[in-house]
């Protein structure tokens, strides 16, 4: 009876692990083609999938199989055995969901030390007294002294990776940069978040807020309040590998910054880096 009881948790105890570590996998796949759109198009429907884009990568594109559900616990292997075997594919990866968590704000601790007063004109916007961490005064980032030496973010174009950028928003309207902007949930331009009564997708717009908001009598203020802001809408949705690596490798030609305030499970058991396009990104940046 005991090593019964004792085999019926074990059982018990590998179902718990293989539901918390399981991979997901999604619909979509990154396929490496040469040849150009055309001739991907061409592979992708010979093969039953839907062409949806070319990545920022050099001839890899996004493919869908709208036959396999969007999110699965077994890999779509009749489908990816297919499309590998056409000899026009040098390589295809089905992609597996990604756990990404956005990160928030922290409490700030009690101010410990204080840093000398500068003598400037401080902004007007109706929160400004409440952005601690820009203060001169106790924990700060001593922001105020790059802004006296002129130092304010002109010139430099930023993009915040994130669930949406509220683009319209008029702190941020005079600031927002197009060409630095782009959703990849929804496979267009537009960055906007997507609505909803409990308000989910605020995070990016925040994160953007915080650091190009304008130096007005709106809010707050930016840490870099002349700079460029765009936003790449990615985090709405399933992340994968391919998100990821485009994501991060949007124009890199004409975003000097990448905001990513997001990554896996703080849990204490999850180790997770990033895939074989973000990693990409990374070297292709450095």
């Avoid at 058991?269 to 940046?285: I, M, N, Q, Y």
Wanted: charged share 25%; net charge negative; aromatic share 10%.
């Amino acid at each position: 009876m005991y090593i019964t009881q004792l085999y019926i948790s074990a059982i018990l105890f590998s179902l718990a692990a293989w539901n918390i570590f399981a991979e997901e996998y999604s619909n979509s796949w990154a396929v490496r083609i040469e040849g150009g759109h055309e001739v991907a198009n061409q592979i992708a429907k010979r093969h039953g999938f839907r062409f949806v884009s070319q990545t920022p990568f050099d001839n890899i594109y996004h493919f869908k199989h709208d036959t396999h559900p969007e999110r699965s616990r077994r890999a779509a292997t009749y489908h990816h055995n297919k499309l590998r075997s056409d000899p026009d594919v040098f390589h295809a990866e089905q992609q597996v969901i990604k756990k990404r968590h956005k990160r928030d704000l922290l409490e700030p601790a009690s101010p410990s030390e204080s840093t000398p007063e500068f003598s400037y004109s401080p902004p007007v916007d109706p929160y400004w007294s409440s952005q601690w961490y820009l203060q001169t005064s106790g924990k700060t980032m001593n922001v105020v002294p790059a802004w006296i030496m002129g130092v304010s973010g002109k010139g430099v174009v930023i993009s915040v990776l994130d669930d949406g950028l509220e683009h319209t928003h008029k702190d941020l309207q005079a600031n927002y940069d197009q060409h630095a902007s782009f959703d990849y949930n929804s496979e267009d331009t537009d960055p906007s978040p997507r609505l909803d009564r409990a308000n989910t997708n605020k995070h990016g717009t925040r994160c953007a807020g915080e650091i190009a908001a304008l130096k007005n009598d709106l809010c707050i203020t930016g840490v870099a309040f002349n700079s460029s802001i765009g936003g790449i809408r990615m985090l709405d949705g399933d992340v994968t590998d391919m998100v990821e690596g485009s994501s991060l490798g949007y124009r890199p030609q004409h975003i000097d910054i990448y905001s990513s305030s997001w990554g896996p499970e703080d849990d204490g058991r999850t180790v997770d880096g990033p895939g074989s396009l973000a990693k990409k990104s990374f070297e292709d940046g450095v």
